[in-house]
């Protein structure tokens, strides 16, 4: 048990595309960027997910959000 240690899935994503725009879509959200999630929000709305590709953008999305932040936002404000 490290510092860095967190539950592992076993089970690899049913679709490596979906689970890679979960990532771009946590990654977005995290920095703040509304066109990117735009773009993904409309491009899942669009095509016609079933339950294996939604888990597995549902997955890709919470890998990323287990990841802690590097910075904390409040500490590099100007005053």
Do not use: C, V, W
């Not at 879509?25 to 960027?33: F, L, M, P, V």
């Not at 079933?50 to 590097?70: C, H, K, L, M, V």
């Amino acid at each position: 048990m490290g510092l860095f240690s967190r539950k592992t899935n076993d089970a690899p994503p049913a679709n490596s595309e979906m689970a890679e725009l979960g990532r771009e879509y946590a990654i977005a959200k995290r920095h703040g960027d509304r066109k990117t999630l735009g773009r993904i929000t409309r491009q899942i709305g669009t095509s016609g997910l079933n339950e294996s590709d939604r888990t597995s953008f549902e997955q890709g999305r919470q890998e990323y959000e287990a990841i802690p932040p590097a910075y904390s936002r409040s500490r590099n404000r100007r005053r």
